[in-house]
């Protein structure tokens, strides 16, 4: 028969063309079983972070918030902000001054002792190396 009649060839293929190419069963159980080693580990890991990050209960909670600034002339600014800690913990923080541009004309560290409130209110001033547009805290740690 010739031309597009209707008649549908099926090729088979040698079965050493699939052990050329890697098409055994020992590849596909080799394959599978490197799938499910390989999902293990990651939900190891992934649990491992879990009971790290979250279970262990020693990591303090510390929050910052800038309330405001006020620029008390062409070389000084005050900051506003509150700090909340857990009852008990003293902090520090870096509290800064920026010009228009973004740079740092002004720095001020500040140690805040433990105390028995959790969350409080702090107004600290910074000298400047020029005129400020505006104060922020940087960044607070526990020490």
Same mark, same amino acid.
Request: charged share 20%.
């Given at each position: 028969?010739?031309?597009? +009649? +209707?008649?549908?060839?099926? *090729?088979? @293929?040698?079965? /050493? =063309? /699939?052990?050329?190419?890697?098409?055994?069963?020992?590849?596909?159980?080799?394959?599978?079983?490197?799938?499910?080693? *390989?999902?293990?580990?990651?939900?190891?890991?992934?649990?491992?972070?879990? @009971?790290w990050a979250g279970f262990d209960g020693t990591s303090k909670d510390l929050e910052v918030r800038d309330t405001g600034y006020?620029?008390?002339? /062409?070389?000084?600014?005050?900051?506003?902000?509150?700090?909340?800690? /857990?009852?008990?913990?003293?902090?520090?923080? *870096?509290? %800064? *001054?920026?010009?228009? %541009?973004?740079?740092?004309? +002004?720095?001020?560290? @500040?140690?805040?002792?433990?105390?028995?409130?959790?969350?409080?209110?702090?107004?600290?001033?910074?000298?400047?190396?020029?005129?400020?547009?505006?104060? =922020?805290?940087?960044?607070?740690?526990?020490?």
């Open positions: 028969m010739s031309g597009t +009649g +209707g008649s549908v060839s099926t *090729a088979v @293929v040698p079965p /050493d =063309l /699939d052990r050329r190419y890697g098409r055994t069963r020992w590849s596909r159980r080799r394959t599978l079983a490197l799938g499910i080693s *390989a999902a293990i580990a990651v939900i190891a890991v992934f649990a491992a972070w879990v @009971v006020v620029i008390s002339g /062409d070389d000084s600014v005050t900051v506003r902000f509150e700090v909340t800690v /857990d009852p008990g913990l003293a902090t520090e923080c *870096a509290v %800064q *001054a920026l010009s228009e %541009q973004f740079e740092i004309i +002004g720095w001020k560290l @500040v140690s805040i002792p433990a105390s028995t409130e959790r969350t409080r209110g702090f107004i600290e001033t910074v000298r400047t190396t020029s005129t400020p547009n505006t104060g =922020l805290i940087y960044r607070c740690w526990l020490p």
